[in-house]
């Protein structure tokens, strides 16, 4: 029997898109499970969430993959390579490049291809990594619909900081987008999870949620949205070994936790090698046999220890939860100087993943 495994819970999936229906009714969901659906299963978060309009990968290959499965899905690559083998690719497999550099519209502009593309075009609204700059979108978006080859454009932009809820730097971004596209009319695509749950000023006609299907709230501050979410991924293990220390000994690599008092330590068959993070701190919460207690010494390969003293019902064998439907992945994230993002995306190979319906 594996000691450590992911359970994915696929009716939480549905729930939350089913939460993302109601947050903004009549339109359409770009679910975004890029990074094998963050960490989660692409294929299997896909089939839960097939009812969706489309699908939004970073890279071509997991495109081509899913494509294989949903043949009548909008299937978006969000980051191509501006290059003659994409735009074969995407012609062919019928996906819909976002592009996102001026070198790309400068060869889709007089491209020839078997099939019309129907690409995204990405306006820099402030996030200043990709996309074109407002000024240059326009003109961008004639060139592209001038060229048979180009079937509808749509327009797009991504916010930076969405899930601070009182930053102005969103209300900002709008305008931009807005103010770019003008006299351009096309369908629009903005909000990300924090912009759905925060700001209904950026819905567009596509919403492209990705973390909240998952069940992990972006927002700086909960509200009553995001209170509904349902986590999907649960990471669990269980006690391997106890033993008592006595006052001043020392648990795990590098003496890095000393016990003040005589204490009792429960060591836990999960680690780095898992995907748990090594920078999570003394104190990090973790869930054993409906008691949270405070994780200590530092995180190793396979294991961890945490502090059981005075609670004596708790033994080897015990169910443990590392993050999931007992323990917020934001608490642990917060623990660890993370993200919620980052802690499913980096989980490894060897814990068993076990899909529930
Ligand atoms: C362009 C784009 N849109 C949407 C998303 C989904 O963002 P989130 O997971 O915060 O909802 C991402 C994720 O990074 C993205 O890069």
Partial sequence: MPLTTVHIDRAALRHNLSLVRR?????????????????????????????????AVARLEEAVLLRQHYPDHVILVMNPEACANTWSHCSHYRLSPVIHHRDAVKQL????????????????????????????????????SANPAIGLVTWMTHLASADETHNPFTARQLESFHHAIRGHSAETSIANSAGLLAWPGSYGDWVRPGIMLYGYDPLDTANDWSRQLQPVMTLASQVLAIRDVDTGDSVGYGNQWKAEQPSRIATIACGYGDGYPRSAQ???????????????????????????????????????????????????AQCANTISYELTTRLTVRPQRDFLD
């Fill in 23 to 55: 947050i903004a009714p009549g339109r359409k969901v770009m679910a975004v499970i890029k990074a094998n659906a963050y960490g989660h299963g692409m294929l299997e978060c896909a089939s839960a969430l097939s009812s969706a309009e489309g699908f």
């Fill in 109 to 144: 502009a007089s491209i020839k291809l078997p099939k019309p593309l129907a690409p995204w075009l990405k306006v820099d609204t402030g996030m200043h990594r990709l996309g074109l700059a407002p000024q240059e979108a326009g003109i961008a978006f004639e060139q592209l």
């Fill in 282 to 332: 003394h104190g990090t919460p973790v869930w054993v046999n409906g008691q949270t207690v405070p994780l200590v010494g530092r995180v190793s390969m396979d294991l961890i220890t945490v502090d059981v003293t005075g609670r004596d019902d708790i033994k080897v064998g015990d169910a443990a939860e590392l993050w999931g439907k007992q323990l917020p992945i934001n608490h642990v």
